[in-house]
């Protein structure tokens, strides 16, 4: 596990000095198979410390792997930035994942549920929407993708 990764786990459970985990952002760099693995714990000690319930950790973990992995795979790697916004005094965690690959030229098919570009299932861009409450893609051809995914904490 790169060194990053570690550290991204650490500041997302709180077990680095400083400040905690819902006052700054986590960054993970998705360069390898290890930190597909560190963005799945990440999110996971995010959700954990904000409270939710083990249905909204599940899916924002899978949301998160889904996006996490099609950086890796299609965009060559990039990054995964975990947020804590507060929205009317609800707490959220915010996924921005962003890459430098060749972007998604027809962005309204790869959010269609079958859309594949390799063996997966298609349920990838879709399917992840599904999953979070505010979900936002912006990709141009040549210059990469990012993917802006918010997920709200359930009174």
Do not use: C
């Amino acid at each position: 596990m790169t060194q990053l990764a570690k550290d991204s786990i650490a500041a997302a459970t709180g077990d680095e000095g400083g400040s905690s985990a819902t006052d700054s952002a986590t960054v993970i760099g998705l360069r390898t198979e290890e930190d597909l693995l560190a963005v799945r714990h990440a999110v996971r000690a995010a959700t954990l410390k904000l409270g939710f319930g083990i249905v909204d950790q599940t899916r924002v973990v899978t949301a998160a792997s889904e996006l996490a992995r099609n950086a890796y795979i299609h965009g060559g790697g990039g990054a995964l930035t975990i947020e804590y916004p507060r929205r009317q005094g609800t707490p959220g965690v915010r996924l921005t994942i962003r890459d430098d690959g060749p972007g998604i030229p027809d962005l309204d098919a790869a959010m269609t549920d079958g859309f594949t570009t390799g063996a997966g299932l298609g349920h990838g861009l879709g399917g992840a929407r599904r999953l979070m409450d505010d979900f936002e893609v912006h990709s141009t051809p040549g210059k990469g993708t990012t993917v802006i995914a918010t997920r709200w904490a359930r009174p």
